[in-house]
Each structure stands twice: as structure tokens, then as C-alpha cells.
T-cell receptor, first 113, second 114 residues
Framework: GENVEQHPSTLSVQEGDSAVIKCTYS??????FPWYKQELGKRPQLIID?????GEKKDQRIAVTLNKTAKHFSLHITETQPEDSAVYFC????????????FGQGTELSVKP | DAGVTQSPTHLIKTRGQQVTLRCSPI?????VSWYQQVLGQGPQFIFQ???????GRGNFPDRFSARQFPNYSSELNVNALLLGDSALYLC?????????????FGPGTRLTVT
């Protein structure tokens, strides 16, 4: 089936702590995994993505890891700041009936100062 | 470069009516995808168009249709509107097919069906 599960649904951390959001996907043919950040009332913004030929990718305070065998991928945010507060969505490309991005249910991250 | 643009920003329709939403991709992008986002959920894929051809379809009824024009802009049409069609409709563009290239979202059209 076409399914991306995302956990947790809500996450509250203190400023400066790390935050981790985890996703699992069902299609073993998936090879592209983006993460989007959506602030209230705004469009989803691509923050980082990873392809299946690498296991980890970093961009400043953000990193994504991928375990293709287990069909897991995770977003790691270090040294969190209040402006990191938003809803984060993971997604996976599914190739059934053409290519389509299937999104997880979202994680509402709250960073308390 | 201008980002993805969508029109209108907001729309109110009554049940049974028809609606057309419009999207202009980033310059140089040839693929447009449409998503429905219900409050509190992730975007749900509706269609992907690339080079004016449908290249992916989600689990939506035939009331939903779309097309892409020679300038790569796109329209999403929804017929016989239901209350459950109330949502934020997002358009995303990419240089090529999603998965090979990154997708960038527009601001969305907020559709309310009464």
C-alpha cells in the first residue's frame, strides 16, 4: 500500500535541546524522501531531502538519516530555537500509478524559550 | 525568480457548484502537482502533470480533474462540490517529475464549501 507513518504527532522541547521526528514508509521502491516545514497559515517549505543512495545528509542544524532496509527515515534538529516551532511533514515518493509524494500526518513542534 | 503562484487566495462556494483553481509554476519548471490539505493533516496528492500530460493520480473521485497548458500553468477543476471538499488546495512545481526533482509549494487556495 501507499503509506507514510510519522511520529510523534506533537513534540515539545526546551530551547537548545534536540528534536527527532521519525517516519516509516511502505513502498520499497521509494528512493526520495523530503521534509517540509509549515508555519501557521503558510505554505509548506522544503527544508531538506535525502535520496536512497546516501544514509545521512546534514545542513547546519538539520540532519536526515535513512535506513532503507528498515524503511525508516528521521529528521534531527539540534540546538532548537523558538523559530523552529512549526508543523513538520515527512514524505516519500511512491511510483504506483505514476510518481507521487505521499506525506506523513505531521508533527507539531513547539520550542519553549 | 518569482515563486509558485496560485489564484484565487480564498473562495467560498455552495454545494453542487463547480470551481476552478489556477497555478503558475516557477519559471523553468515543467511539472505541476496538486494537493488537498485538510486542517490538521498532511497534503494529499491529487494529480501530477508533466509536459502537459497526466503523470500521476491520487485516490480522488472523477469530480476532480486538471490540465496543464503549453506555458506549464495548470488548472484544477472540482465539480459537484461537497462539504468535504473544503480544504486548502496546494500546487507544487518542479523542474521535472517529482522524486527526481524537488517540489516547491505555492501559497494555496482556501476553498470553503457551504
Amino acid at each position: 500500500g501507499e503509506n507514510v507513518e510519522q511520529h510523534p504527532s506533537t513534540l515539545s522541547v526546551q530551547e537548545g535541546d534536540s528534536a527527532v521526528i521519525k517516519c516509516t514508509y511502505s513502498d520499497s521502491a521509494s528512493n526520495y524522501f523530503p521534509w517540509y516545514k509549515q508555519e501557521l497559515g503558510k505554505r509548506p517549505q522544503l527544508i531538506i531531502d535525502i535520496r536512497s543512495n546516501v544514509g545521512e545528509k546534514k545542513d547546519q542544524r538539520i540532519a536526515v538519516t535513512l535506513n532503507k532496509t528498515a524503511k525508516h527515515f528521521s529528521l534531527h534538529i539540534t540546538e532548537t530555537q523558538p523559530e523552529d516551532s512549526a508543523v513538520y511533514f515527512c514524505a516519500a515518493i511512491i511510483y504506483n500509478q505514476g510518481g507521487k509524494l505521499i506525506f506523513g500526518q505531521g508533527t507539531e513542534l513547539s520550542v519553549k524559550p | 525568480d518569482a515563486g509558485v503562484t496560485q489564484s484565487p487566495t480564498h473562495l467560498i462556494k455552495t454545494r453542487g457548484q463547480q470551481v476552478t483553481l489556477r497555478c503558475s509554476p516557477i519559471s523553468g519548471h515543467k511539472s505541476v502537482s496538486w494537493y488537498q490539505q485538510v486542517l490538521g493533516q498532511g497534503p494529499q496528492f491529487i494529480f501530477q502533470y508533466y509536459e502537459k500530460e497526466e503523470r500521476g493520480r491520487g485516490n480522488f473521485p472523477d469530480r476532480f480533474s486538471a490540465r496543464q497548458f503549453p506555458n506549464y500553468s495548470s488548472e484544477l477543476n472540482v465539480n459537484a462540490l461537497l462539504l468535504g471538499d473544503s480544504a486548502l488546495y496546494l500546487c507544487a512545481s518542479s523542474r521535472g517529475l517529482a522524486g527526481t526533482y524537488e517540489q516547491y509549494f505555492g501559497p494555496g487556495t482556501r476553498l470553503t464549501v457551504t
